[in-house]
């Protein structure tokens, strides 16, 4: 059995090398940010300036993945937010700034109201997927989901992880097709009973 915690500052930098090589093949990410040091540097932007406020980034002792959710109503940046890390993150996005806007921007649109909690980043290291890793970075969360009777929902870069989501519960609720960018699954979970 794989055991999670709480990722904390410490992490961050061990977490965004792992997070990377995770999405080393991620169309959408490979598309914003074509190289490793890019893709590493915006998790760790992302990480350390939004994210772990929200006590809601799991890792593994040996940080083998990560899971990054936000709470309900915390998904979306804040124009403080945008100020904060605007900077950094056109210096990561370089060139790709004005593609990556458009799509998140068109994510963004399609990003449900109702009370949510939002996996944003879902990642584990090659030498350990298939092991179990990601479904215990998700567990914490999907089991206070359960409890608490509150929905899911993430947006999958990648075709063949839907099978990987639908068996958490998720249901595509669109496919979306950015122009000129790569299609991302938009995906619901509604909670389980108990």
């Known amino acids: 059995m794989v055991e999670t915690r709480k990722a904390t500052r410490a992490d961050v ?10 999405f080393h093949d991620d169309p959408v990410m ?5 190289t490793h040091a890019r893709r590493r540097r915006f998790i760790e932007i992302s990480l350390s300036k ?3 406020r929200h006590d809601g980034v799991y890792t593994t002792d040996g940080i ?8 309900p109503g915390h998904w979306k940046l804040s124009v403080l ?3 904060r890390t605007g900077p950094s ?5 370089g060139r790709n700034t004005a593609r990556g806007m458009r799509l998140m ?5 399609r990003h449900p109201t109702e009370p949510h909690y939002y996996l944003a980043v879902l990642g584990t290291h090659p030498d350990h997927q298939g092991k179990g890793v990601g479904s215990a970075l998700m567990a914490p969360v999907l089991e206070h989901c359960d409890s608490e009777g509150v929905p899911a929902y993430l947006e999958s870069s990648k075709e063949q992880n839907v099978p990987f989501y639908r068996r958490h519960g998720f249901e595509v609720t669109e496919r979306l097709e950015p122009p000129g960018g790569p299609p991302v699954w938009l ?5 389980r009973p108990a």
């Open 13 to 22: 930098p061990a977490l965004s090398e792992t997070v990377a090589r995770a």
């Open 30 to 34: 490979t598309w914003i940010y074509p």
């Open 50 to 52: 939004l994210h772990l």
């Open 64 to 71: 083998e993945g990560g899971a990054i959710w936000d709470p």
């Open 81 to 83: 937010d945008m100020i």
């Open 89 to 93: 993150m056109f210096r990561v996005t």
């Open 105 to 109: 921007n068109a994510i963004e649109r």
């Open 187 to 191: 995906m619901w979970r509604d909670p």
